[in-house]
């Protein structure tokens, strides 16, 4: 059933042992959103346990309570929050967690909509920025004249905490690039001031992103090895094998460095993760690479989007760059 935002605050405060989870394979706005959520409901006295399914990349570790994100375990509760993806993508975490309710929030336009109550704006640059806007409606009101010299108009910045404000423009920050991306609106930016009024710390949180240990710079070295170019340089493909996995728990860069190559429209990571298991990401500049990965059962944006096949390395590269080379074919 979709649900209004006000509806959704409504739910969250009549909960109150509440367990909040996001996709496999976690990015800045699955693990943002999820502790951002965290302190707010923290903070008005709830019970909350962030729960996912998969490591979570180091670099993130600079948000507070991501040493506290635990992998999945057998127990009940009040209500599930899945944010920033559909339910068939939270791994063990849908089996295990036995809750009264379900909450789904989400700005990915491929999400199934079968979750209990679901919320999903697609025009929203990051579930982060959903997160912000369902803040207002559960944190209390804050007129101009109580912004203690912070920027007029903030509705939040006396009310959200700062531990809560780094999260959100975390995943407002990488979710958009930076703001480089085509999914900034004046509403994204408008929650980035808020949240930099409420104390959230750009140039803080861009160094710490930015940092990579130095295994981290050997596989991308490796990975960039890998790389190769197809239908006539209109793709390019990075193809890590689990040896190259194995050096860094982070590979989310990665993609950025072939996204760039000058005439690519579609840059495709393809990652083994175990046997038969290989998780896929894709960028482009205008293809709908969403369309692409719900043939193999993924989703995502038209720009952004990703998958996982059932295959081994070399059968999921070939799967996927035909499907590419089909998408581009059917856009022409």
Known sequence: MEVSLQEAAALLKNANDIVI??????????????????????????????????????????????????????????????????????????????????????????????????????????????????????????????????TAGCRLSSAMSKAAAMCLYTGLATDTGFFRFSNVTPDTLYAASELVASGAEPAVISESLEVRPWNYVQALGKALATAELFDKGRIAGMFIDREIAGLTDDTGGFISQIRVVDGVDVAVVVKEKEEKICRVSMRSHGADVSRVAARFGGGGHIRAAGCTLNMTLPEAKNAIIAAIEDELAAEE
């Open 21 to 150: 989870t996001a996709h496999e394979n976690p990015d800045g706005d699955a693990v943002g959103s999820t502790l951002g959520l965290m302190h707010i409901l923290c903070d008005m006295g709830k019970k909350v346990q962030v729960m996912i399914d998969d490591d979570i990349p180091s670099n993130l570790f600079v948000l507070k309570g991501a040493d506290g994100i635990v992998r999945p375990m057998e127990r009940d509760a009040g209500i599930l929050v899945v944010l920033d993806t559909s339910l068939d993508r939270i791994g063990e975490v849908e089996k295990l967690v036995h809750a009264g309710k379900v909450l789904n929030l989400d700005h990915h336009r491929t999400n199934d909509m079968e979750a209990e109550n679901v919320y999903v704006d697609s025009d929203s640059a990051a579930t982060c920025e959903i997160v912000y806007r369902l803040a207002s409606y559960l944190l209390p009101p804050v007129s101009d004249s109580e912004g203690d010299g912070l």
